[in-house]
């Protein structure tokens, strides 16, 4: 049979943002994978040290619409870590409360994307009309749906008070019994079964050999969470339990998932009512004093790492994310390889990509050794674009 | 397990139950009191401090001296970039006497461009 | 020959049952259909002129045409597709008899119906995209896959009536109701396979979207496409008032306006069971398909038929 190759994106349905998937296909069989990521540079990383701390927060929520408030904490934490500032608890509690809240909120929409994917159009409409529940929540405390602009350095911005406490907790009942039916659908419907069991196969071995992160790492059976492992925080006052799976397929990808929005429920109503009492940020300087920090953040889609250097001025020196997709990657070429063509669009959804979050890398090249400034690789630019007829060399920066 | 047609009650259930949608334009959709909408200001307040320009990621703020002349004190103009904004709300937040507020407007897009540059007077 | 010879059956061919009434009956079932959807989703789903909008708009629309493949092919595929479902149609009793009633039209019908699916197969084919011909592929698998339980499943109520005639079975099971009971599994076995056929979920495997982008209609647009489109909505419509005639005894011997309203109202009612089949699955792979079909419909189909048999030799 003659082996075709097929580009899936980085125009495609399957993928709802631009990445390409190379295909070699033999029949309905995939003999041969590579992922070119790269469709998605927007350079936010120098744009950070053009910005000051303040304006940085802002400007990495929106490294990724759905953990922005992973990001933020996880770069305020570093500030905060630098500048030597201690927030108050209840500053703490409000994060988690924002944080479990949009761990609720991706996981559900991952599970209607999931469900999409193979074609299940009534349960992604189903999920993500209970996600409007856990948005009105983080509607009604930060004012926002999705860029909550929570995190300020030195503690968070909004206040939550009784009316509001109760809302959210008469929404986390309406929440519980939903997903308690789809732990039931997901486990019982023939055909997810069909589509989901022994797809995309990573065994433990494989997942800690490529550095898999988050639920697609616990998904293998691997107790990983920086939750647990490395509490940031309050997370170790907080009673909740890490799911695994050693199913090591998609089935267990989905099955990791649906467990954690239980967890996370029970994570929200505990902070909702023991909430310490107190103030909710500390006046922080705008100068950060020198020095560097690396933060780690469970974000809904693995760990997430920031790197902060500061040089004693009111703007970063260096800022550096490593987001959850980019560790995963590796695993899905792995996963994809060996697999049919009509698994594609689910195996690469069960890492749950979030394809802007990754690309900001550059991919360095072995044999050049020679090393490029920032206005080199601008001329460059001028000089690549130059080609296509479009001329940059007159827009200032 | 597996119960073929497992979703089959839920379906049917959901046939006789009252849409989840809304037709938006027709019917009007609700947002909570803390939203962040179109920032407006109140130039009576306003001191020319020039904080919100200062913390503003977007750069969408301008605070110039007002035309008109006032005997008492300064006042001053608030060019709004709607282009711009990202509805964080930290000018207001940064604002000390309150001058700029977030309100609950959020229907704002337009067709011309020119539409979107407000000026506050 | 007289005029009222060539008239009537130009009447049949462009008006009713034929191209006009099909693709008005075709467009509101494809309404129902994604109402229903919508409603089973908790949505409000479209409304009533949106199927109609929809190739209105696709008309409008630039029709883009490849480089590389047989022009000519490409443009009168989707022609051929719904020429041959109107001929299907005429064979179809819509009134209590058929316009052409003849021993052996079932098969014949059978033989129309799959037409289509291999001008789908051709348009992907002909496309000579990657997806496109991945697409075709896929048609040509499927149809081996769902055309023998959906043949073996008509069988049974043939067998039943002892005649190859549509016309004749639906009379036969209109005046025996109580063969109906035992027609139950024939029946789902034909309604599941018809939901194969129409390339609707959870058989939508030829172009199912996340995977394969348009499948076989991938390089087909505007006008093309809306033509398309039409000869599926239209293939339903047959593919119902096929069922209908032959599991569920055609007009019940209602005549006039009344048997069109009974014809009405139970393609409806086959359609909307079609459309709780689309919201309650999720897609399945070609290979569980093929195993689906074959080694669980298609054993069930020849149950029926022994079963058939054995009552045809208890009640002569």
């Known amino acids: 049979m003659p082996k075709i190759t097929i580009p899936l994106g980085p125009q495609h349905p399957a993928l709802k943002e631009p990445e390409n998937f190379m295909l070699v296909l033999e029949g309905e069989r995939i003999d041969k994978a590579s992922i070119n990521l790269g469709y998605n540079h927007r350079g936010i990383e120098k744009a950070c040290e053009e910005r000051t701390y303040i304006q940085d927060i802002y400007l990495l929520e929106r490294v990724c619409g759905i953990c922005s408030h992973s990001h933020t904490s996880c770069f305020v934490g570093c500030v905060e870590e630098i500048a030597k500032v201690e927030i108050p608890e209840r500053a703490q509690a409000l994060r988690i409360l924002m944080g479990e809240l949009e761990r609720a909120h991706s996981h559900l929409l991952w599970l209607g994307v999931a469900a999409h994917e193979i074609g299940f159009d009534t349960l992604f409409m189903y999920t993500w009309r209970d996600r409007e529940h856990v948005l009105d929540c983080l509607e009604l405390i930060s004012g926002n749906r999705i860029h909550y602009a929570m995190n300020i350095i030195g503690g968070v911005r909004k206040d939550i008070n009784a009316k509001q406490k109760n809302e959210i907790l008469k929404r986390m009942d309406i929440l519980e019994e939903r997903t308690n039916y789809y732990v039931k659908l997901i486990t019982q419907e023939p055909t997810i079964l069909a589509r989901t069991q022994n797809v995309g196969l990573l065994p433990t071995q494989e997942a800690l050999k490529r550095n898999a992160v988050g639920p697609t790492l616990r998904a293998s059976n691997v107790k990983s969470d920086v939750r647990k492992d490395d509490p940031y925080l309050m997370y170790d006052k907080l009673d909740f339990k890490v799911i695994t799976a050693d199913s090591c397929d998609v089935f267990g990808r989905v099955f990791v998932r649906v467990f954690e929005l239980i967890e996370s429920y029970k994570i929200i109503r505990q902070i909702i009512n023991y909430l310490p009492t107190g103030a909710i940020a500390v006046k922080v300087p705008w100068k950060i004093p020198e020095g560097a920090a690396v933060g780690r953040y469970e974000a809904p889609r693995g760990e997430d790492i920031h790197y902060v250097k500061a040089n004693d001025s009111i703007k970063p020196e260096r800022v550096k994310v490593r987001a959850p997709t980019l560790a995963n990657f590796a695993s899905v070429r792995y996963m994809l390889e060996g697999g049919y063509l009509a698994d594609v669009p689910i195996v690469i959804a069960a890492i749950d990509p979030c394809m802007s979050c990754t690309d900001r890398s550059l991919v360095l090249d072995g044999e050049k050794t020679s090393s490029y400034s920032w206005n080199d690789l601008r001329l460059m630019g001028i000089e690549f674009y130059k080609k296509k007829g479009i001329d940059f060399s007159k827009v200032k920066i | ?121 | 020959m007289t005029l009222d010879s060539v008239l009537s059956p130009l009447f049949f061919i462009l008006v009713f049952p034929g191209f006009f009434f099909l693709s008005v009956y075709g467009t509101f079932l494809e309404w129902v259909d994604r109402k229903c959807y919508a409603l089973m989703q908790n949505r409000i789903g479209p409304p009533i002129y949106q199927p109609v909008a929809d190739f209105i708009k696709l008309l409008a629309k630039e029709t883009i045409i490849p480089k590389h493949c047989d022009t000519a092919l490409f443009k009168t595929l989707p022609f051929f597709a719904m020429a041959s479902v109107i001929t299907a149609m005429l064979l179809v009793p819509v009134w209590p008899q058929a316009l052409f009633p003849f021993q052996g039209d079932l098969v014949v019908i059978i033989y129309l119906l799959t037409i289509p699916t291999m001008t789908f197969f051709l348009a992907g084919w002909s496309s000579s995209s990657p997806f496109a011909t991945i697409g075709a592929v896929r048609v040509l698998t499927q149809l081996f896959a769902y055309e023998v339980p959906l043949m073996l499943a008509l069988l049974g109520p043939a067998i039943l009536a002892g005649s190859w005639n549509i016309t004749e079975i639906s009379k036969f099971m209109f005046q025996n109701p109580l063969l109906l009971i035992v027609q139950i599994p024939g029946f789902l076995i034909a309604v599941i396979t018809l939901q194969g056929k129409l390339e609707r979920l959870p058989f939508d495997i030829p172009h199912g979207e996340t995977e394969i982008v348009g499948g076989a209609f991938t390089e087909y647009s505007g006008g093309l496409l809306a033509f398309f489109n039409l000869a599926i909505d239209m293939e339903m419509v047959v593919g119902a008032a096929l069922i209908n005639a032959v599991f569920l005894g055609g007009s019940m011997g209602a005549d006039g306006i009344l048997a069109i309203v009974v014809f009405l109202g139970k393609t409806t009612f086959i359609v909307l069971l079609l459309s709780v089949l689309k919201a309650i699955m999720a897609r399945i792979r070609i290979e569980q398909m093929i195993n689906f079909c074959w080694k669980i419909l298609a054993p069930l189909s020849l149950i029926q038929i022994a079963m058939n048999i054995a009552l045809k030799i208890r009640i002569g």
């Open chain 2, 1 to 121: 397990m597996k119960i073929p047609l497992r979703a089959l009650p839920e379906v049917i259930k959901n046939l006789f139950s009252k849409p989840a949608t809304i037709k938006y334009p027709a019917v009007k959709a609700e947002v909570f009191d803390a939203f962040r909408g179109r920032i407006v200001f109140t130039q009576s307040e306003c001191i020319g401090c020039d904080m919100c320009v200062r913390v503003c990621p977007a750069k969408a703020i301008k605070i110039i001296p007002s035309e008109q002349t006032h005997a008492e004190k300064k006042i001053f103009d608030c060019l709004m970039d709607l282009n711009h904004c990202i509805f964080c709300g930290a000018c207001a937040d940064a604002c000390p006497k309150n001058a700029l507020e977030s309100s609950q407007d959020f229907e704002l897009a337009q067709l011309d461009k020119t539409k979107l540059k407000l000026h506050y007077k």
